[in-house]
């Protein structure tokens, strides 16, 4: 599954800022820190939506972001 080489990986997550009301408040609060790619999740529809990853933070929040929201270091 292409995506699977960065598993372990770290990564600094910037979530968009797309104002009020905020759907996903810990998104919002876990935006510009590092998060370690933990798995590479199946999407519907991969061409069109692009690459989904569960990530988990130094305090242990997990959650699903897209590729485009990570910046591998």
Do not use: C
Not at 9 to 29: E, I, L, N
């Amino acid at each position: 599954m292409k995506g699977q080489n960065l598993i372990g990986k770290k990564a600094v997550f910037k979530y968009p800022d797309y104002g009020t009301p905020d759907g996903f408040p810990q998104h919002t609060a876990h935006s510009g820190q590092t998060v370690t790619i933990i798995n590479v999740l199946p999407t519907e529809d991969q061409e069109n939506a692009g690459r989904l990853f569960e990530v988990e933070a130094r305090d242990g929040w997990v959650g699903d972001v897209w590729r485009d929201e990570l910046t591998v270091t």
